[in-house]
């Protein structure tokens, strides 16, 4: 196991490896056009880029929620993320608890409070934390790309994340190899003909869900359903959702 139960090794009293993966968001939140994030591929913090502000209408998007059953990260229309955190979670083979929910809260809550308060504002919040069946569930929320990066996007094995409008994308993402839904090849032109998509340039390694259809992704990319797409790249891939 990885993050949660890294959280709670100050009171374990065993070592125990951790199992973390994978995540974000209001859906119904108008689009910020354009968030630039990148990671660091050498172990240090990632830094922001480039962000537009000016919002636009998703009265046409089709919005999935997030209902994770794996960890992953969920990216919204307006560029803020969710991260789901599933792992076991068991006191099975111990003759005494080790710990429980409501260690697992308090850790979870102190380690967030802490990052909130160093950066002066309330930039990741606790949405879900459950533990059933010998299962953990943790759902953080980030109001924006930065602040995942910043907080654990490494742990999610993010080293670059962007999320754009179609305007945006044409203008700055390096656009090729794209094919839609069905494994058909297509141009960057004809992808982006609906202004209302939205682009994500990603590299790294996660499993990555959309509060949209994915329409079309590079063609490295699995398509695991309609929102939800497996990421193994060095160098910047590109799903397009709406």
């Known amino acids: 196991m990885r993050r ?16 973390i993966a994978l995540s974000k968001c209001n859906p119904n939140t108008p689009i910020v056009p354009s968030s630039d994030v990148k990671g660091s591929t050498n172990g240090t913090k990632a830094s922001s880029s480039e962000t537009d502000t000016e919002p636009r209408s998703t009265a046409e998007a089709v919005t999935i929620e997030f209902k994770p059953t794996a960890t992953g990260i969920y990216v919204a229309r307006d560029g803020s993320i969710r ?9 099975d083979g111990f003759e005494q608890t080790r710990y429980d929910e409501a260690t ?10 802490s ?3 160093a950066k002066g504002k309330d930039s990741v919040r606790i949405e879900t934390i459950n533990v059933s069946d010998g299962m953990a569930t943790l759902i953080l929320y980030y109001d924006s790309l ?10 999610f094995g993010i080293t670059s994340l962007r999320v754009g409008t179609a305007e945006y994308a044409a203008r700055n993402f390096a656009l090729s190899g794209l094919k839609d839904a069905e494994g058909n090849i297509v141009t960057p032109i004809d992808a982006l003909q609906d202004e209302d998509v939205t682009v994500v340039a990603v590299s790294g390694s996660s499993l990555i869900s959309f509060a949209g259809e994915v329409k079309f992704l590079s063609g490295s990319l699995t398509l695991v359903d309609a929102n939800t797409v497996r990421v193994s790249s060095k160098s910047d891939t590109f799903i397009i959702f709406k």
């Open 83 to 91: 991260t789901a955190e599933i792992t076991e979670f068991s006191n």
């Open 4 to 19: 949660i139960l890294r959280i709670l090794l100050p009171m374990l009293v065993v070592a125990l490896v951790i199992v």
């Open 104 to 113: 697992l809260r308090s850790y979870v809550a102190e380690w967030v409070d």
């Open 146 to 155: 930065n602040a995942f990066v910043d907080f654990q996007g490494e742990d």
């Open 115 to 117: 990052y909130n308060n």
